[in-house]
């Protein structure tokens, strides 16, 4: 979503989203001098309510529903006040844009008002970009809301740029829906760690440790996709990946379906291996640490068998470049394989 503030030194609303790789600013309306601070402040949190519910409904494929002249009119000819100021998480895109629009109606002038309208269609407009699968300038924010499947168009960009890079291109992150980015990028982990056990003599699980012991990191997300979730279709464990993360964000308890172990304790709660506030870009971040945790036991190996006595650490960056370049050729043709 798009989190606006109230900057009072320079009299502007700002505007900021992320981008998959980083966050994106810029100047929404300029404030009226004698317009209460209280009132900016307030405009602010409405345009926050607002682009909460807007990406909510791009979430929930439901973005075809918007109707961005509508909010953008909703903003300059509010309906009169309904219920109380404090429901505005509660209510719906067009009852927030109306309450926008009695806060801004409280601005001299019409200028204030026309900015924010504007703003808010700019908001609206990206949301429905991101819904044809345009995911640039403010549509790109999109790539932090995961929907319910992947889209098969997104699939294949993912798969072409991992195809291009096999070790996670930065723009897996920052150019394709996050649900078809896992869903691809799990597809190329899988077949990386099936091609490293086969030429170390390990199991999957072996190489997940081997990959930990030498990055000394830990690789909970690949562990858990690699081993917990082996064999199970890669768009079934991404989307329940997110959708245990979101009902963990929500409060809720995520509970196994068979009956207690023990009646007086209850079930057994099971926890998310995501970061319920950021469970897309934690989801892709951990199955890309994957990939470059194999190709480091990859090495190690190609390493130790072809120099003996060699540290891996020391190999010159002329070496490494040329073995990753033959590391990223096997992925390839192990994905070819259908491994």
Same mark, same amino acid.
């Given at each position: 979503?798009?989190?606006y503030?109230?900057?009072p030194?320079?009299?502007?609303?700002?505007?900021?989203?992320p981008?998959?790789?980083?966050?994106?600013?810029?100047?929404?309306?300029?404030?009226?001098?004698?317009?209460?601070?209280?009132?900016?402040?307030?405009t602010?949190?409405?345009?926050s309510?607002?682009?909460?519910?807007?990406?909510?409904?791009?979430?929930?494929?439901?973005?075809?529903?918007?109707?961005?002249?509508?909010?953008?009119?909703?903003?300059?000819h509010?309906?009169?006040?309904?219920?109380?100021?404090?429901r505005?998480?509660?209510?719906?895109?067009?009852?927030?844009?109306?309450?926008?629009?009695?806060?801004?109606?409280?601005?001299?002038?019409?200028?204030?008002?026309?900015?924010?309208a504007?703003?808010?269609?700019a &908001?609206?407009?990206a =949301? /429905? #970009?991101?819904?044809?699968g345009?995911?640039?300038? $403010?549509?790109?924010?999109?790539? %932090?809301? @995961?929907?319910?499947?992947a889209?098969?168009?997104?699939?294949?960009?993912?798969?072409?740029?991992?195809?291009?890079?096999?070790?996670?291109?930065?723009?897996?992150?920052?150019?394709v829906?996050?649900?078809?980015?896992?869903v691809?990028?799990?597809r190329?982990?899988?077949?990386?760690?099936?091609?490293?056990a086969?030429?170390?003599?390990?199991?999957?699980?072996?190489v997940?440790?081997l990959?930990?012991?030498?990055?000394?990191?830990d690789?909970?997300?690949?562990?858990?996709?690699?081993?917990?979730?082996?064999?199970?279709? &890669?768009d079934?464990? =991404? /989307? #329940?990946?997110?959708?245990?993360?979101?009902?963990? $964000?929500?409060g809720?308890?995520v %509970?196994? @379906?068979e009956?207690?172990?023990?009646?007086?304790?209850g079930?057994?709660?099971?926890?998310?291996?995501?970061?319920p506030?950021?469970p897309a870009s934690?989801?892709?971040?951990?199955?890309?640490?994957g990939?470059h945790g194999c190709?480091?036991v990859?090495?190690d190996?190609?390493?130790?068998r072809?120099t003996p006595g060699t540290?891996?650490?020391?190999?010159?960056?002329?070496?490494t470049?040329?073995?990753?370049?033959?590391?990223?050729?096997?992925?390839?043709?192990?994905?070819?394989?259908?491994?």
């Open positions: 979503m798009t989190t503030a109230h900057d030194i320079a009299s502007t609303i700002v505007a900021c989203w981008t998959g790789d980083g966050a994106v600013a810029h100047r929404a309306a300029r404030v009226p001098k004698t317009l209460d601070h209280s009132l900016a402040r307030r602010a949190k409405a345009l309510a607002l682009s909460t519910h807007l990406w909510a409904t791009y979430a929930d494929q439901a973005a075809h529903e918007l109707d961005p002249a509508a909010l953008a009119a909703a903003v300059r509010p309906n009169q006040p309904v219920g109380d100021l404090l505005v998480m509660e209510d719906g895109c067009a009852e927030t844009a109306h309450l926008l629009g009695r806060i801004v109606a409280r601005a001299p002038g019409w200028a204030f008002r026309d900015a924010v504007a703003d808010v269609r &908001e609206t407009d =949301v /429905l #970009d991101a819904d044809d345009v995911l640039t300038g $403010r549509s790109a924010q999109a790539v %932090v809301h @995961p929907r319910c499947d889209p098969a168009e997104q699939l294949l960009v993912a798969h072409a740029l991992l195809h291009d890079d096999p070790l996670g291109p930065p723009a897996i992150a920052t150019s829906e996050p649900n078809a980015a896992a691809a990028t799990l190329w982990l899988r077949a990386s760690a099936a091609l490293v086969e030429r170390v003599g390990h199991t999957v699980p072996d997940v440790a990959a930990e012991a030498i990055g000394h990191e690789l909970a997300v690949t562990r858990h996709v690699l081993c917990t979730l082996a064999g199970t279709a &890669e079934e464990v =991404v /989307l #329940d990946l997110l959708q245990e993360a979101v009902l963990a $964000r929500q809720w308890f %509970v196994c @379906p009956p207690a172990p023990d009646p007086e304790r079930h057994r709660a099971v926890s998310t291996v995501l970061d506030l950021d934690c989801l892709l971040d951990g199955l890309v640490r990939l190709f480091r990859w090495l190996d190609v390493v130790a072809e540290d891996p650490r020391l190999v010159g960056t002329a070496r470049a040329a073995l990753r370049l033959r590391y990223t050729d096997e992925v390839r043709r192990s994905v070819r394989a259908g491994r």
